[in-house]
């Protein structure tokens, strides 16, 4: 459609954003809870769960007081849970995985069992690869995911079977075949639309989950056991967040409502990629490059919070105001995968190219609240989140930008199949929130006196 084929339709935009026009105090009046969240920034409490407990503050005679955070998996803290595997020199993810999912720890043998079981799920269905992605390749690799998501629906012959024996081997067939799906994609839309080689290497069934995307991904298949495990702790940081985050709450949402599993998945996919929630990490980078490319001395304290000055201003980046990786809906004092992250990122990069870059990122995290402070007059406790540290460790790790947020949906899978499963063996209702109608009625006018 040319612009002369849409000046109708700009007109009728016109019209309707004149008639939705809200009155912000109505959302005061009627008592709205915008976002679903409460005024002072806490959310509204829409289900009970067993799965994960993201604590970020305590409510201390009505007002919300800042507390280190806190991300428990089935009562498990995340930093003991990263620390552990850590120690034993080993990957955590598929551990993690079978925690979500079971909601217990694995044996070694159930944990081998459950490897090899993924292991086996990885290959996708006969000529999928090329009727469903080297057919129609996306400039976008979410998009993809979630169009992939949806057609293996037609090679199931259980799709609409909600068994909960069903629904596991779904969820399972579905973590294992993200990562597949996501290298094949990005593989195909380098060639497409940029021109680039394209190689489709064979699955390595000795391989886990960080391994598998960094072999696939790498022309030479080429990577260190220190690289493989860093992106094994990213995979663990990411693999779940509660049931009130936009794309597990849409998950719970649709299962709510009896639909199929591959559409659950597939609309949390669409909502992880918002650059409000998972595709936010693209737009750190972003900020990050505006930050390298204007601050001459990335040392100076002084000279970053001028430039964070200026970007809160609107006067930098994209606009916004926003300075992209500091601040979180939940945690206050700080982010545990941040922190988590941060002291891996250091340990990967001291001593390399990197170093540098990751004492700019330090500061920004440093000068952030202060600046923050100063310019909004507010004493609201903010943190680095983890998107301030995860784009710089995919960086170091080779890991392109377009891979940034469908990295964070492989990770996420695990959290979504155990609130989906959840939700359906729990919530027993469709989720139905109320919205206050506010148009006033109108008489109906015949055709020939509009």
Known sequence: MNRNEFAPVESLCDKLKE???????????????????KSDGTG??????????????????????????????????????????EKENRYGYEEVVYLLLFGNLPDKKE??????????????????????????????????????VLALY????????????AEMHKAVNLIAKLPVIMTFAYQVQQRHYYNKSMI??????????????????????????????????????????????????TCRVLTSSGTDAYSA????????????????????????????RNIKNWNDDGEVADYIRKTMRRETNDGSGL???????????????????????????????????????DAIERMTPEVFREFKGDSKSICANVDLYSGFVYNMLGIPQDLFTPLFAVARMAGWSAHRMEEMMTGGRIIRPAYKAVAKKREYVDLENR
Do not use: W
């Not at 799965?51 to 803290?77: A, F, M, Q």
């Not at 250091?346 to 990751?358: I, P, Q």
């Open 19 to 37: 008639y939705s026009a809200v009155d912000p105090a109505l959302y005061e009046k009627f008592d709205v809870k915008r976002g679903l969240r």
């Open 323 to 361: 300075v992209y990786g500091m601040g979180h809906a939940v945690y206050t004092r700080s982010d545990p995968r941040a922190v988590i992250l941060k002291r891996e990122a250091f340990e990967l990069a001291e001593g390399t190219e990197f170093e540098e870059e990751f004492r700019l990122i």
């Open 111 to 148: 944990l081998t069992e459950f490897k090899n079981m993924i292991s086996a799920s990885r290959e996708l269905p006969e000529s999928f690869a090329e009727d469903m992605i080297l057919k129609a390749p996306s400039r976008n690799i979410m998009n993809k995911m979630s169009r992939s």
């Open 44 to 85: 509204v409490t829409a289900g009970i769960t067993k799965i994960c407990n993201v604590h970020g503050y305590i409510i201390n005679e009505g007002e919300v007081e800042p507390i280190p955070g806190e991300l428990i998996y089935r009562g498990y803290d995340i930093n003991d849970l990263v620390d552990r595997v």
């Open 200 to 249: 489709i290497h064979p699955l390595r069934p000795e391989e886990g989950t960080a391994q598998t995307i960094l072999s696939m991904l790498r022309m030479d298949r080429e990577y260190t056991p220190q690289e493989a495990h860093l992106l094994d702790v990213l995979l663990m940081l990411h693999a779940e967040h509660g049931g009130g985050n936009n794309s597990t709450f």
């Open 265 to 292: 998945y597939a609309s949390a996919i669409g909502s992880l990629k918002g650059p409000k929630h998972g595709g936010a990490n693209i737009k750190v980078a972003q900020m990050l490059d505006d930050f390298k």
């Open 154 to 165: 037609s090679y199931d012959d259980t799709a609409e079977d909600t068994s909960l024996k």
